[in-house]
């Protein structure tokens, strides 16, 4: 069973950044597309990012210019560096498999953007 553990959030003001850090166990890591995803409060969760094992990456609309996602396969390690963070980024942020049938989820990781 593919265990993700995600680190990384916290309180933020507007205009900062933060980098999120996803650790998944699971040896063929690199070949294996991923994604980091995000669920606000009533809202359903949604893609945010997704990172291929050739390096190919793809952004939420609102993610753009904003967010860069990366991948460290020696570490099996994802990260999304976020910037211009804006209240409406405030979620529990996951990783999990950029498609097919998702692993089971991590705690995530609470981003809140707030003055």
């Known amino acids: 069973q593919v265990q993700l553990v995600e680190s990384g959030g916290g309180l933020v003001q507007p205009g900062g950044s933060l980098r999120l850090s996803c650790a998944a166990s699971?040896?063929?890591?690199?070949?294996?597309?991923m994604g980091w995803y995000r669920q606000a409060p009533g809202k359903q969760r949604e893609l945010v990012a997704t990172?291929?094992?050739?390096?190919?990456?793809n952004y939420a609309d609102y993610a753009k210019g904003r967010f860069i996602i990366s991948r460290d396969n020696a570490k099996k390690m994802v990260y999304l560096q976020m910037n211009s963070l804006k209240p409406e980024d405030t979620a529990v942020y996951y990783c999990?498999?950029?498609?097919?049938?998702?692993?089971?989820w991590g705690q995530g990781t609470r981003v809140t953007v707030s003055s």
């Open positions: 999990n498999r950029a498609t097919g049938a998702m692993w089971d």
């Open positions: 990172v291929y094992f050739g390096g190919d990456t």
């Open positions: 699971i040896t063929t890591f690199r070949f294996i597309g």
